[in-house]
C-alpha cells in the first residue's frame, strides 16, 4: 500500500521518513537513461564554481591579493614566508589555479611539475579576477555570508532558527566587500551628484572604518563626520584618517543609529549639508516598514532641512524574467541574501517614496549608476 503523501503526516512521521528513506541506485540509473533534458554546463559545473569561489576568497582573505599587486612575478616559497601561510595548503591552492588558467609559471621558464621556488604569474584571466570588484563580491558573499550559506540546509529542516548566533555574518567581511564593490561603481557618482547640490560636509550614517567619509574629504576638501556603534571600527577609522592626513576636516562619533538622538554636537550638526546611507536603511526592515520609518523620523528631527543621500539596492522580480537571467545575478543574489540574514529586503522607488513620505521627508530624485543595479536616493528631510 503506497505511503500517503507527506504533507498529510504529522511532523514526526516526516522527518522519520525522510532519514530512513533508502536510495534505489537502479532506479536512480534507470531514471538517468531516460533525463529528457541532460545538464548544460551552468548546472554541471555547480560544484567547479563553488570550490573556484572558494579557493579565492582563501587566498584574497590571508593577503594573497595585496602582495601580487606589488609582486606581478613571485615564488611561492616567499609568499608563504612573508605571509606566514602554510606551504602545503599554498601549493595545492597554485596547483589548482594553474590547472583553472589564473595562474602559470613565467614565460621562460621550463616547469613540468609544481615547485616551491618557481616563479609565477597571473594569467589574463587571473587579472580578471584579481581585480576590486571580483575581491569585493568575494568578500561580500563568500566571506560575509559564509555561515548561512553553509547552514540552508539545517534552516530548511528546521534544526536551526534564522536567529541563531551561527549564522551571523562576518561583518568585516562584509563591509570590506561592500567598500570594494561600491567604491567602483557607485561612489564616484555619489560624490559628483553631492557636489551637484552644493554639499561641502557630510554626515557618514554607519561609518565603519571611515572609508567613504575619508574619501569624500579627500576627494572634495571638504570634510564631516561619521557615526557607527562599532568602537573598534571607530578607532580603525581615526587611524585611517589620519593616515590620510584628514584628521583636521572628519570627525568620528560612538552611536546607535535611529535609537536617540545622535551624539553629536550641536556646532557639527549645523554644519553638516547632507547625510549618507549607504546600504543602511533596508537593514531596520527588519521589523517591518514601520522601523525604517521610525529611523528616518529621528534622523528628520535632529536634521531637518538637510539632504539624505541613500544607496539602495533594487529589488528582482523573478516572476517577470520568465526564467531568463536578470540583467545582474549579484541583484539575484542580494535579494535573496538579504532577507535570509534578517537584514530586510529591497525595495522599490515607490515603496522608499512612501516611507520617506510618512516620515515627513521628499524624494528628490532617483538616480541609477552607470553599470550597476544600485539606486542613489536624494531626500529632502
Given amino acids: 500500500m503506497p505511503l500517503s503523501p507527506l504533507r498529510a503526516l504529522p511532523e514526526p512521521d516526516k522527518r522519520a521518513i525522510r532519514r530512513r528513506m533508502p536510495k534505489d541506485l537502479m532506479r536512480e540509473a534507470e531514471l538517468a537513461r531516460k533525463i529528457a533534458f541532460p545538464p548544460a554546463a551552468e548546472e554541471l559545473s555547480l560544484s567547479s564554481s563553488w570550490v573556484y569561489a572558494q579557493v579565492l576568497h582563501s587566498l584574497w582573505d590571508s593577503g594573497f591579493y595585496e602582495y601580487v599587486r606589488t609582486h606581478p612575478r613571485f615564488v611561492p616559497a616567499s609568499i608563504c614566508e612573508e605571509l606566514g601561510l602554510d606551504a602545503f595548503t599554498f601549493e595545492w591552492l597554485m596547483y589548482y589555479l594553474i590547472g ?82 561600491t567604491c567602483v561603481r557607485v561612489v564616484p557618482q555619489v560624490i559628483d551628484l553631492l557636489k551637484e547640490h552644493g554639499v561641502r560636509a557630510i554626515l557618514d550614517l554607519g561609518c565603519g572604518t571611515g572609508g567613504f567619509l575619508i574619501q569624500w574629504a579627500r576627494v572634495t576638501g571638504g570634510g564631516g563626520a561619521g557615526v557607527d556603534m562599532s568602537s573598534n571600527a571607530l578607532d580603525a577609522a581615526k587611524k585611517n584618517a589620519a593616515d590620510f592626513g584628514v584628521s583636521d576636516r572628519v570627525s568620528f562619533h560612538l552611536g546607535e543609529i535611529g535609537k536617540d538622538a545622535l551624539p553629536i554636537a550641536d556646532e557639527v550638526v549645523r554644519s553638516i549639508d547632507a547625510l549618507t546611507a549607504m546600504f543602511m536603511l533596508h537593514e531596520f526592515g527588519r521589523g517591518g516598514d514601520d522601523s525604517i520609518v521610525r529611523v528616518l523620523a529621528s534622523l528628520r528631527a535632529q536634521f531637518s532641512g538637510k539632504i539624505l543621500c541613500a544607496l539602495e539596492m533594487q529589488p528582482v522580480d523573478v516572476f517577470m524574467l520568465n526564467g531568463h537571467a536578470p540583467a545582474s545575478m549579484d541583484q539575484l543574489d542580494y535579494h535573496f541574501v538579504h532577507p535570509m540574514s534578517r537584514q530586510g529586503q529591497p525595495r522599490t522607488k515607490p515603496v522608499w517614496e512612501g516611507l520617506y513620505e510618512r516620515a515627513g521627508m521628499k524624494l528628490l530624485r532617483v538616480k541609477r549608476p552607470k553599470d550597476s543595479p544600485l539606486l542613489i536616493h536624494v531626500v529632502q528631510m
Fill in 100 to 181: 583553472r588558467g589564473v595562474v602559470r609559471p613565467v614565460a621562460g621558464t621550463a616547469q613540468t611539475a609544481y615547485s616551491a621556488d618557481m616563479e609565477l604569474e597571473l594569467t589574463e584571466k587571473g587579472q580578471r579576477v584579481h581585480n576590486t570588484i571580483a575581491r569585493g563580491l568575494l568578500n561580500l558573499y563568500v566571506g560575509g555570508y559564509a555561515a548561512l550559506m553553509a547552514n540552508l540546509g539545517p534552516l530548511l529542516r528546521k534544526e536551526i532558527s534564522l536567529q541563531d548566533a551561527r549564522l551571523d555574518r562576518s561583518a568585516r567581511h562584509a563591509a570590506a566587500g561592500t567598500e570594494d564593490v
